[in-house]
């Protein structure tokens, strides 16, 4: 008997008249025309029929086309329906395949396959077979004449396969023999230019960029996503509301993939896909460990071959995660379904996440499942990694979830939330934390007076934290101290610390001393400061705390700024980022930081270029990289960037930016953003805005000094010396100037340097407004001595036309040529004035191989020494038993190999060098 043939079922799918060209996967077919077999193979809704159909419109070559259903899974039905495809090019072809297949005994499947196969490789010319939907087919027997087809296959056909998963027969010999071209689910979905293509010019929905970018994402260029959003979208007017809102509950993502994939499946892989639902990864064992079954890597396998809207993480195949939207919807059929299953899925999600150590992913199932008990043991049990990683925001966020009643009734968690709170500046919460710690450590002092029973409802789980929580108590209510500005308090604690907590104790003894340091810092003695926050951190990183050692480079680096030590506080972030880089990945928080500080640096070195290099570094790393208070330090130095480069309207927007951003810390916050800015007004003539400031902080020109707000006093004084010159009121210009020289005493007997230098300019500047050059020089040059050996040019050159003018007439005086030639060179005003000698000012992160190309003889190395003590000259001289000419040509051999022009710097850069 004849098998009707249906003849919709050979024509190619008629393409819409507007749809997204997609030249680069056309490109991609073509080359594989001299291949045996190109194999479309993605989920449902991957445009693979469009795209072949769009193909084979525009190939050169005869084509014919079948597409298979359910019913094709019978071989003689598949390949009657072969032939026919095969004669709507090639008329009578296959005529004998048929015969033989009506015969009462068939001959062997392979005899026939090579009757047709014959028939092909006598055709004068070549064409395509498309078999679209070939996952319709299950038939063994199917398969293993396609394998047989395709090994024999004459040069006259090109094989197209179009499916959801992928075909039983052996592809890996074809991959490895360079004979099949593959397109998959990465290469079919829809860029976002095409993305875009879609959406206005086929859809006509004109959507922004930003909305294209956010479905696109949402959808991860599944296409029949993007069509149904888009189908969702006509007609609305709320299309703002709908694109963030677009999920896997809406009802046309629903419909569509209820329809194509879930209804499709057996009862047990639908379980298997809406138990695993909760999960935003996917392992075998964890999928046994949820559901139960035993086979979970096999079924992983399985959905990956077909093409389950399953995306493999690994190339090992271990771990795999749903599309996005996919895992929405079985999400939502989970919750519609087994709702009183949920809360036990995660609960067993998150056992096996504690057992394998993903304390993290734990805590975020019990969280999930609102097993809030579980939550608060966990929690108490990862304070130590999270810690060490300087995961307090995601800490507090657990502990905010986890009710009041839990909480206060567990010490060590009471304490951990003291320090998540005191971390993320929430002083308030991190005080109550730590007194409820308190009473029960105060109860077990006195529980032989309680009655009975009285400590019952005290729950430890971390029993090794419990024991140390006097010392740990001690710490944060130091820190609480400190934030607050209560340094004698702050100390109190902190030597509290030092005498509960035993000496191998290095975590609080570490935070402890660091902590007493940031106190002297915070009192303007910052040597003291110095020496005390490095002991401390050596302790911190001997407990195994590097994030937080590294993050401490940023408050040793801005002692030694404070000290006019730029050399060392570059040298201080590179030892941070070389502490970062041996711990390897992923980048521990902190690594950003230490990017921004140097670019601080090179922006004060005016190397603008590479200041905004490490800025875009630090920002290419990403927020876990940071700290806190990264992104306003990294708003503020992009600010002064800015402001070098005199965009100062842009400037003063970055900084209102970071000032929204700013968190505080431990550290003292002595350079106010509010201040910075005020100085951008100063510039701008905007001195009714700068007077505003000064108000609303209360300062005056008669205030008592403080380390505090020394670099607040110095911006008063600049916005008094913008008053005089704006108005020529007397008054202005003698307020800056006592205030200006107080504020100097102040800074010389604290050893700031960087702000004796900031001190002496603003004095000079003064002196100029009040027509009086050589009383301005005589400041200038101080500056300029305490300068040079650091390299420092933006101190001047931010200064403008002004301080050009000064150090032109310092030149004509002989004061520091070469360094006052190379700041005016960084003016671009030079050219016409010879330079004594070219002066190179070496970069700050020179090594020091290369700042010191030259060695020191050992006659000059002894000349060295003394040049560090308080000898003069003659001294030396009779020291060394040498002429004082021998003397000095030794000493200028000096200046000359370590590149400085005086006593004081050849001493300073010997020291940097470790030449002593």
């Known amino acids: 008997m004849n098998m009707p043939i249906l003849s919709t079922k050979l024509y190619i799918p008629l393409l819409r008249t507007r749809v997204v060209q997609r030249p680069r996967l056309i490109e991609r077919l073509n080359e594989g025309l001299d291949r045996k077999l190109t194999l479309i193979s993605a989920s449902a809704g991957f445009g693979k029929t469009t795209l072949v159909s769009e193909w084979v419109t525009g190939c050169d070559r005869p084509v014919a086309w079948l597409s298979l259903d359910e019913g094709d899974d019978d071989f003689t039905r598949f390949l009657t329906h072969l032939v026919a495809a095969l004669q709507t090019i090639v008329e009578n072809i296959g005529g004998g395949v048929v015969s033989e297949l009506k015969s009462a005994q068939p001959p062997p499947t392979e005899s026939i396959l090579t009757i047709l196969l014959n028939e092909i490789s006598a055709l004068p010319y070549k064409f395509v077979l498309v078999l679209d939907d070939y996952h319709v087919i299950d038939a063994k027997e ?50 976002p230019e095409e993305a875009a293509m879609f959406f206005n010019q086929v859809m006509g929905l004109n959507l922004t960029a930003e909305d294209i970018t956010l479905l696109e994402a949402r959808t991860e260029g599944w296409i029949a996503g993007l069509q149904l959003a888009a189908l969702s979208m006509q007609g609305r007017e709320d299309i703002q509301a709908f694109v963030p809102a677009f999920a896997g509950d809406n009802r046309y993502i629903v419909d569509y993939l209820v329809e194509e994939v879930l209804q499709s499946q057996p009862d047990h892989v639908r379980s298997f896909l809406l138990q695993t639902s909760i999960l935003d990864r996917l392992h075998g064992s964890l999928c046994d460990a949820v559901t139960g079954q035993q086979d979970g890597n096999a079924r992983l396998q399985s959905l990956e071959r077909g093409n389950f809207f399953v995306v493999p993480l690994d190339d090992k195949r271990q771990w795999y ?104 500046n929430e002083l308030d919460a991190a005080m109550d934390r730590l007194l409820d710690a308190e009473r029960w450590l105060e109860m077990m002092v006195h529980q032989h007076d309680l009655p009975e029973g009285a400590l019952d409802k005290m729950i430890v789980v971390d029993e090794m934290a419990f024991r140390r929580l006097p010392g740990l108590i001690a710490v944060y209510r130091s820190g609480h101290a400190q ?30 001393t660091a902590l007493l340091g940031l106190a002297s810092w915070t009192s303007g003695d910052l040597e003291t400061a110095h020496r005390m926050f490095s002991d401390g951190l050596a302790s911190v990183q001997q407990s195994g705390n590097i994030t937080d050692t590294i993050g401490g480079a940023v408050a040793l680096a801005t002692i030694r700024i404070a000290q006019g030590r730029l050399r060392q506080a570059m040298h201080t972030y590179e030892q941070g980022l070389k502490l970062a880089t041996e711990h390897g990945e992923p980048k521990l928080r902190g690594t950003a930081d230490m990017y921004v500080g140097m670019s601080e640096l090179c922006r004060e070195h005016n190397d603008l270029h590479l200041a905004t290099q490490h800025l875009l570094r630090s920002k290419e790393l990403g927020e876990h990289t940071e700290l806190p208070q990264n992104p306003s330090r990294w708003h503020v130095t992009m600010a002064r960037i800015l402001e070098a480069q005199g ?98 005493q102040s800074a010389e007997e604290g050893k700031r340097t960087g702000s004796v230098i900031e001190i002496l300019i603003v004095q000079a500047l003064a002196h100029q407004l009040k027509g009086n050059i ?126 400085v022009n005086n006593r004081r710097a050849a001493v300073r850069r010997s020291e940097e060098l470790d030449m002593f």
């Not at 567990?410 to 998540?420: D, F, N, S, T």
């Not at 968190?663 to 106010?672: L, Y």
């Not at 060179?825 to 002066?839: L, N, R, S, Y």
């Not at 992160?845 to 308080?870: F, G, I, M």
């Open 142 to 191: 199917i398969d293993d004449a396609l394998g047989f087809l395709l090994e024999h296959l004459p040069p006259q056909v090109h094989l197209v396969i179009a499916t959801r998963e992928n075909p039983q027969f052996p592809l890996g010999r074809l991959r490895a023999r360079g004979l099949l071209t593959e397109l998959r689910a990465t290469d079919l979905r829809f860029t």
């Open 321 to 424: 995660r749903y599309h996005h939207l996919f895992a929405e919807v079985l999400s939502v059929h989970l919750r519609e379904d087994q709702p009183d299953q949920v809360a036990e899925l995660h609960r067993r999600a998150s056992m096996w996440y504690e057992q394998y150590g993903s304390m993290a992913d734990a805590i975020r199932h019990a969280l999930a499942a609102k097993d809030y008990a579980r939550v608060a043991d966990l929690v108490e049990l990862a304070w130590l990694p999270m810690s060490r990683s300087r995961q307090e925001t995601a800490v507090l966020g657990w502990l905010k979830a986890i009710p009041d009643e839990i909480v206060r009734y567990r010490p060590v968690l009471c304490v951990e939330y003291a320090w998540a709170s005191l971390a993320c």
């Open 483 to 512: 934030v607050q500005g209560n340094v004698p308090a702050a100390m109190k604690y902190a030597q509290q610390v030092l005498d509960l907590v035993p000496e191998d104790d290095h975590l609080p003894r570490g935070a402890a």
């Open 774 to 899: 050589p009383a301005a020089l005589v400041p200038l040059e101080r500056a300029l001595i305490l300068a040079e050996p650091e390299g420092y040019v933006r101190i001047f050159v931010d200064e403008g036309k002004s301080m050009m003018v000064l150090l032109e007439a310092a030149l004509k005086q002989g004061i520091a040529s070469n360094y006052v030639y190379y700041l005016l060179t960084a003016f671009g005003k030079a050219e016409d004035i010879k330079p004594a000698k070219q002066v190179v000012n070496e970069p700050l992160n020179k090594t020091q191989s290369e700042a010191q190309s030259e060695p020191l003889s050992e006659r000059e190395r002894d000349v060295l020494r003394l040049l560090r003590t308080e000898l003069n000259g003659p001294d030396i001289a009779r020291e060394l038993m040498v002429s004082l000419n021998t003397l000095r040509t030794h000493t200028k051999n000096i200046y000359d190999k370590l590149r």
């Open 647 to 744: 965009d100062l309207e842009g400037a003063l927007d970055l900084l209102y930016e970071a000032e929204g951003l700013f968190v505080s810390d431990f550290f003292p916050n002595v350079r106010p953003i509010a201040a910075v800015k005020t100085r951008i007004w100063v510039a701008q003539g905007r001195l009714f805005e700068a007077f505003d400031w000064i108000k609303g902080e209360g300062l005056s020109a008669q205030d008592d000094l403080s380390y505090l707000r020394e670099f607040e006093h110095i911006t008063l004084a600049r916005v008094l010396t913008a008053q005089y010159k704006s108005d020529r009121a007397e008054r202005s210009i003698l307020e800056a100037m006592e205030l200006l020289e107080r504020l100097l």
